[in-house]
C-alpha cells in the first residue's frame, strides 16, 4: 500500500472514531442537566431557602450582592456571590442533613453547641449552661449582691401594693438528667453557680420567695420522660410537675389557687411518637415520644396571643404572637401576671384556667418594665419564670449600688469609720511614705518601695457580708491592694489618676486584727477620705470577692 493510501485509510479511520452517536449526544444533555439543576432551582426556591435559614439557623440569608461599580468592589464581589450561592444551593438542606446524620452516627457533633450524650441524649454547650455544668462559671459577691438587691426592691415596690411576689427557676436539662451527660469534658456536674446564690440569698435574708424546681423535679423522674431528649425543654409532664409546685408555693403566699394541687402522673397523658425539628436536633429523623394532656372536664378558658391589651403596654417587644398571650377563665379567681422565657410555654395551658384573667410576657423585666405592667395590668399576683443557665440576668437587671452610695443601702450596720481620734491608729508597715491628716481621712507621701498602711485596732470583722469603701485620690495609675493581717490579698482594684470611688466586698468568714492598705509604685502624694467597713448581721459560708472602682467626681 501506498504512503498516500494509508494516509488516506488513517484520517478516514478517526473520522469515524470522532463521530458523534445518539448515546453521546444523550449523556452530554444530561451532564448539562445536572450541572445546571441546582442553579435552576436556586432562582426557583430562593425565597423558601431564605424562611428555611431564618428558621433552622436564626439568621438572616446571604442576599445577592449589588453588580460592582469600583474596582474596590470588584475585589470584594467574588466572595460575596459565593457566600449567596452557598446559602441558596438547591440541595443545601439535604447536603447539610446527611452530613451531620454522618457526623452524628460517628458520636461527632456538628454543631459546637450540642453535645452528643449517652443513649442519644443531646445536651445545649452554649456557654451559659456548658460552664455551669463543668464548675467554671462561678457567680462573684458582686453579681450575687445586685441580685439580692434587686429582688428585695422589686419585693418591696410589689408588697407596698400588696401583690405577692414569686420567682421561679426552671432547671436545665444537665441539672435533672446529669447520667446522660458525655464522658468528654465532664467529670460529674458541679452546678455550684445556684447553689451559692441560694444559700447566699437566704443567708442575707433575700425577702423575695424563691421556688426552685430541681429537686421536685428530680423527685419524679423515675415515673416518666420529663425532658425532650433533642432539646433544651421540658415536656408537658415535667411542666406539669412543675406547676404543681408553683401552686403549692402561691397558695402559702396566700394566693387563691387549688389545694392540694390534684395529683399528676403519666397516665394524664397521651404519648404519642412525633419526628419534629427540636431545638438540638441534628438530623431531620429525630423522633421524640410528646406527651400531651388528656381532656379533661370543665375549667376551659380563651386564650388571645399577641393581644392588643398586651401590646398596649409593651409595644417594644417583637412582633411574635407567642411572645405576648392573655387568657380568661370564667370560673378562675385573681389576676396573674407572668414574666417568663421559653421554658414558660408548657406552663400557659396548665395555669391558665384557674386565673379569672392571666397576661404571658416573653420577657426578662427590668424594674421599670415590671412596674409598668403592674399599673397597667392591675395584677393580682406576679410570677418571674427563669431557667437556671440565665441566672445572670437577676444581677444584671438592677443596679449594683443605690445612687449616692459606694455600697448596697442593705448594708447598714456601720462596723467601722475612720475618724480623726482614730488616725493614730494608722502607721506606715512597709516602704517609704509619710502619714498626715487630711479632711475626714489621711494623706500619704509615697516615697519609694511599695508603701503598706496598717489600720490597727479593728474591731473583728465576723462572717457575713462585709464591704470597704473609701474615696482615694491617687498621683498616677497604679493599683490598690487591701490585705488581712496574715498579708493575704483581700481584694484588688486599679486606680486611675485623680479621684476613685472604691467599694470591695470582703470575702466571708471573720477577718480578725488589722487591715493593711498596699500601694503601687507610683510616687507622689495619696489621699483617703470617707473611710468606712459596712456589713450584714448574719453570718454565711461561701468564699467569693469582687470587687469595683469607677472615677470619682473631680472636686474635693
Known amino acids: 500500500m501506498s504512503a498516500s493510501e494509508m494516509t488516506s485509510s488513517s484520517t478516514?479511520?478517526?473520522?469515524?472514531?470522532?463521530?458523534?452517536?445518539?448515546?453521546?449526544?444523550?449523556?452530554?444533555?444530561?451532564?448539562?442537566?445536572?450541572?445546571?439543576?441546582?442553579?435552576?432551582?436556586?432562582?426557583?426556591?430562593?425565597?423558601?431557602?431564605?424562611?428555611?435559614?431564618?428558621?433552622?439557623e436564626n439568621r438572616n440569608a446571604t442576599t445577592l450582592p449589588a453588580v460592582p461599580k469600583t474596582f474596590a468592589e470588584w475585589k470584594q464581589y467574588p466572595p460575596l456571590v459565593e457566600a449567596f450561592a452557598n446559602d441558596h444551593f438547591t440541595f443545601r438542606e439535604q447536603l447539610l442533613d446527611q452530613h451531620h446524620a454522618l457526623k452524628a452516627s460517628l458520636g461527632i457533633s456538628p454543631s459546637p453547641m450540642v453535645a452528643i450524650g449517652k443513649d442519644g441524649w443531646h445536651f445545649l454547650r452554649r456557654p451559659e449552661e456548658w460552664h455551669d455544668v463543668t464548675g467554671r462559671h462561678r457567680l462573684s459577691t458582686l453579681e450575687k449582691v445586685r441580685c439580692l438587691a434587686y429582688l428585695n426592691k422589686l419585693h418591696d415596690r410589689l408588697k407596698e401594693q400588696g401583690i405577692p411576689f414569686l420567682i421561679v427557676l426552671a432547671p436545665d436539662k444537665s441539672s435533672i438528667y446529669t447520667e446522660y451527660l458525655p464522658i468528654s469534658g465532664v467529670r460529674g456536674t458541679r452546678k455550684e453557680r445556684l447553689n451559692e446564690l441560694l444559700a447566699f440569698l437566704e443567708e442575707n435574708h433575700c425577702r423575695a420567695s424563691i421556688l426552685d424546681l430541681r429537686e421536685p423535679l428530680r423527685s419524679r423522674r423515675q415515673e416518666g420522660q420529663l425532658f425532650l431528649k433533642h432539646d433544651t425543654h421540658w415536656n408537658c409532664f415535667g411542666g406539669a410537675i412543675g406547676t404543681q409546685s408553683i401552686f403549692q408555693r402561691l397558695h402559702e403566699l396566700g394566693v387563691p389557687v387549688p389545694h392540694p394541687w390534684p395529683p399528676v402522673s403519666a397516665k394524664d397523658f397521651d404519648w404519642v411518637p412525633t419526628v419534629l425539628r427540636y431545638d438540638l436536633s441534628l438530623t431531620p429523623g429525630d423522633m421524640e415520644l410528646l406527651p400531651s394532656p388528656k381532656p379533661q372536664p370543665g375549667n376551659d378558658f380563651q386564650r388571645e396571643e399577641n393581644s392588643a391589651r398586651l401590646r398596649s403596654v409593651y409595644p417594644e417587644m417583637a412582633e411574635y404572637s407567642k411572645f405576648r398571650i392573655t387568657t380568661h377563665s370564667d370560673t378562675g379567681k385573681g389576676r396573674l401576671l407572668m414574666f417568663r422565657d421559653s421554658f414558660g410555654a408548657a406552663l400557659v395551658d396548665l395555669m391558665s384556667r384557674y386565673f379569672e384573667h392571666a397576661d404571658y410576657v416573653w420577657l426578662c423585666p427590668s424594674e421599670e418594665q415590671l412596674m409598668h405592667g403592674v399599673q397597667e395590668l392591675k395584677p393580682t399576683v406576679v410570677v418571674w419564670e427563669l431557667v437556671e443557665r440565665n441566672l445572670q440576668v437577676l444581677g444584671g437587671s438592677g443596679p449594683g449600688y443605690e445612687e449616692g452610695t459606694l455600697v448596697p443601702q442593705f448594708l447598714q450596720e456601720d462596723i467601722y469609720t475612720l475618724t480623726k481620734k482614730k488616725l493614730e491608729n494608722l502607721r506606715v508597715a512597709a516602704g517609704h511614705a509619710t502619714l498626715e491628716p487630711y479632711k475626714s481621712g489621711f494623706a500619704v507621701n509615697h516615697q519609694g518601695g511599695t508603701p503598706e498602711i496598717r489600720l490597727d485596732r479593728l474591731p473583728p470583722l465576723r462572717k457575713g457580708l462585709k464591704a470597704f469603701q473609701c474615696i482615694v485620690k491617687s498621683p498616677d495609675a497604679c493599683v490598690f491592694q487591701l490585705r488581712d493581717f496574715s498579708g493575704l490579698s483581700l481584694g484588688e482594684v486599679p486606680l486611675l489618676p485623680g479621684n476613685n470611688e472604691v467599694a470591695m466586698f470582703l470575702p466571708y468568714g471573720d477577718i480578725k486584727g488589722p487591715l493593711i492598705i498596699r500601694l503601687g509604685n507610683a510616687r507622689g502624694e495619696y489621699t483617703f477620705r470617707q473611710l468606712s467597713i459596712l456589713g450584714g448581721k448574719v453570718g454565711a459560708t461561701a468564699t467569693a470577692a469582687a470587687s469595683e472602682v469607677k472615677p470619682a467626681a473631680a472636686g474635693e
Not at 22 to 33: D, E, H, Q
Open 12 to 56: 478516514g479511520t478517526n473520522n469515524a472514531a470522532e463521530k458523534p452517536t445518539w448515546a453521546s449526544w444523550v449523556l452530554n444533555v444530561l451532564f448539562c442537566g445536572v450541572i445546571a439543576l441546582p442553579l435552576v432551582g436556586t432562582l426557583w426556591r430562593k425565597s423558601d431557602n431564605d424562611n428555611e435559614i431564618a428558621k433552622l
